[in-house]
């Protein structure tokens, strides 16, 4: 099964690394775990999209 895919976005990346761990910890048994700036993260759902993974909004 495809896991759906979580992306965690924020311009700090110390906060990304925190949070994204946690999230990982926390749900990643079942969401694929994914973290981007603000610049990147339409380009990082584009990538998942392209790759017909299904997306948590």
Do not use: F, W
């Not at 990346?13 to 079942?30: D, I, K």
Request: hydrophobic content about 45%.
């Amino acid at each position: 099964m495809v896991k759906s895919v979580l992306v965690r976005v924020d311009n700090d990346p110390l906060v990304l690394q925190t949070v994204e761990r946690n999230l990982c910890h926390q749900y990643g048994s079942r969401l694929r775990v994914l973290e981007a700036t603000a610049v990147l993260a339409l380009g990082t759902l584009q990538q998942v999209k392209l790759c017909n993974e299904p997306i948590n909004l």
